[in-house]
Nanobody, 114 residues
Framework: QVQLVESGGGLVQAGGSLRLSCAAS????????MAWFLQAPGKERESVAR????????YYKATVKGRFTISRDNHKNTMYLQMNSLNAEETAVYYC???????WGQGTQVTVSS
């Protein structure tokens, strides 16, 4: 069992940056492939970025490629999402997850003002 806690959300102007963190409890974090999802108002939850258990492989949703960077520090049991050049359409609740095990955090709100 892993508990996930996101932080780092907030209000930012369009074109600005935020760095989200996902702190994981438990000793097996390093064994999990991880991901960030977002859920915009009135829309379904969707994948934003994924990272392999050792950080060697990453996947990005096409619209964020080149602006978002997913990373992890297995020594700190923490995953990150650096988000640059944010736009208003990316206003959403952002969730971290270990998708293969259906572990989810509670989410952190990101609001981008235009």
């Amino acid at each position: 069992q892993v508990q996930l806690v996101e932080s780092g959300g907030g209000l930012v102007q369009a074109g600005g940056s935020l760095r989200l963190s996902c702190a994981a409890s438990g000793r097996t974090f390093s064994a999990y492939n991880m991901a960030w999802f977002l859920q915009a108002p009135g829309k379904e939850r969707e994948s934003v970025a994924r990272i392999s258990w050792n950080g060697a492989s990453q996947y990005y949703k096409a619209t964020v490629k080149g602006r978002f960077t997913i990373s992890r520090d297995n020594h700190k049991n923490t995953m990150y999402l650096q988000m640059n050049s944010l736009n208003a359409e990316e206003t959403a609740v952002y969730y971290c997850t270990a998708p293969s095990y259906n572990y989810w955090g509670q989410g952190t709100q990101v609001t981008v003002s235009s």
